[in-house]
């Protein structure tokens, strides 16, 4: 996938610490951009281009944390959430390893975008 490599080339150009910077920045646009849909100053047009540059922004962290780290935090708040809408678990999607795949299956969604892994 040519995504994969360039999140890998755009770490190592720019470096960690600007990655955190550009991660805020682009964060802080979205916020923004939401802010001013709810006031009817602009349309979800922009909203879908600041939410692309946070998706990008948010493979750049889950390369640089670690996929695995990453994936077991949204396992546990995934049945965390599931928990807290009243969805009964069964026993194998409350075991560690289990709750985001069980999780997005049921709920009709794809699992978590999966960026390269770091060597």
Known sequence: MALSGDIRATWQ???EAAQYDQAVEECAELITTLKHLRRGRTDETAVAEE???VYLMIGQL???I???RVTAAVERKLVRLAVSIGRALTWTE???G???AAFAASAGTSPL???PKRN
């Open 13 to 15: 150009k720019w470096g």
């Open 62 to 64: 889950v390369y640089m």
């Open 113 to 115: 975008w999966r960026p």
């Open 51 to 53: 939410l692309a540059d």
């Open 98 to 100: 289990s709750g985001a």
């Open 94 to 96: 409350s075991e560690p």
């Open 66 to 68: 670690g996929e695995a």
